[in-house]
T-cell receptor, first 119, second 110 residues
Framework: GAVVSQHPSRVICKSGTSVKIECRSLDFQATTMFWYRQFPKQSLMLMATSNEGSKATYEQGVEKDKFLINHASLTLSTLTVTSAHPEDSSFYIC???????????????FGPGTRLTVL | GNSVTQMEGPVTLSEEAFLTINCTYTATGYPSLFWYVQYPGEGLQLLLKATKADDKGSNKGFEATYRKETTSFHLEKGSVQVSDSAVYFCALSVGNKLVFGAGTILRVKS
C-alpha cells in the first residue's frame, strides 16, 4: 500500500523560532499533498493543498507567510512554521495522493502526524 | 458550506457488543462520504467509503450506508473487538478536499 511518513514526530521549540516538518511519500509519487492541523478533541482542519512544482493553495484564514509550504519534488513536501508562538502548538498532519507506476491513487494517504509544542 | 457532525465520545463497549457511531453531513452538491480510523500512534487510514446515495461501504466487519434523505452515514459493526479501539472520523469530499467530523473515540473492553 501507499505509505506516507512525517518527520519529526514531536518537536518542542522556543517562541520566535522556525520549525520545519517534512512529509514524504515512500512508495509512490505524490502529485498532490495536503496539510492539516488538528486541535485537541477537534477535527482535522485543512490548511493548504500543494501540487508538485506549484505554489500551495491556502484555505481561508490560514496565513501563508506564517505557514510556508514547499512541494519541490514528487516525494517530499515541507511545512515551515515561521516565528512560532504558543498558539501554533498543535498536531500537524500531512496526506498525499498520486501515482505508483500505472496505478493512480485517488484517495488521500495520511502521515502519522507531528506534535508541535511552542514554549 | 460543507460540514460533518458525528457523535461525541468516548464510546465504551464490551467485546462483542454492537457498535453504532452516528454521522450526519451538510454539503453542497453530491459529496462522497468516508470513514477513517486512527489507531494510537498511527496515521489516519481509510476504513470505508461510499460515492453515491444508497451505496453501502464495508470493510473489516464495519458498514455504513449513504442516506441522502437523512444526510447520514452512520458506522456500524455487529461485534466489536478490543483491537477496534481507535478514533473514528467521518468525512466528506468535494473534489479532492476532505471535510472531517470531530472524531469519536471508541474503547472496547475485554
Amino acid at each position: 500500500g501507499a505509505v506516507v511518513s512525517q518527520h519529526p514526530s514531536r518537536v518542542i521549540c522556543k517562541s520566535g523560532t522556525s520549525v520545519k516538518i517534512e512529509c514524504r511519500s515512500l512508495d509512490f509519487q505524490a502529485t498532490t499533498m495536503f496539510w492539516y492541523r488538528q486541535f485537541p478533541k477537534q477535527s482535522l482542519m485543512l490548511m493548504a493543498t500543494s501540487n508538485e512544482g506549484s505554489k500551495a493553495t491556502y484555505e481561508q484564514g490560514v496565513e501563508k507567510d506564517k505557514f510556508l509550504i514547499n512541494h519541490a519534488s514528487l516525494t517530499l513536501s515541507t511545512l515551515t512554521v515561521t516565528s512560532a508562538h504558543p498558539e501554533d502548538s498543535s498536531f500537524y498532519i500531512c496526506s498525499a495522493m498520486g501515482l505508483a507506476g500505472s496505478i493512480s491513487y485517488n484517495e488521500q494517504f495520511f502521515g502519522p502526524g507531528t506534535r508541535l509544542t511552542v514554549l | 458550506g460543507n460540514s460533518v457532525t458525528q457523535m461525541e465520545g468516548p464510546v465504551t463497549l464490551s467485546e462483542e457488543a454492537f457498535l453504532t457511531i452516528n454521522c450526519t453531513y451538510t454539503a453542497t452538491g453530491y459529496p462522497s462520504l468516508f470513514w477513517y480510523v486512527q489507531y494510537p500512534g498511527e496515521g489516519l487510514q481509510l476504513l470505508l467509503k461510499a460515492t453515491k446515495a444508497d451505496d453501502k461501504g464495508s470493510n473489516k466487519g464495519f458498514e455504513a450506508t449513504y442516506r441522502k434523505e437523512t444526510t447520514s452515514f452512520h458506522l456500524e459493526k455487529g461485534s466489536v473487538q478490543v483491537s477496534d479501539s481507535a478514533v473514528y472520523f467521518c468525512a466528506l469530499s468535494v473534489g479532492n478536499k476532505l471535510v472531517f467530523g470531530a472524531g469519536t473515540i471508541l474503547r472496547v473492553k475485554s
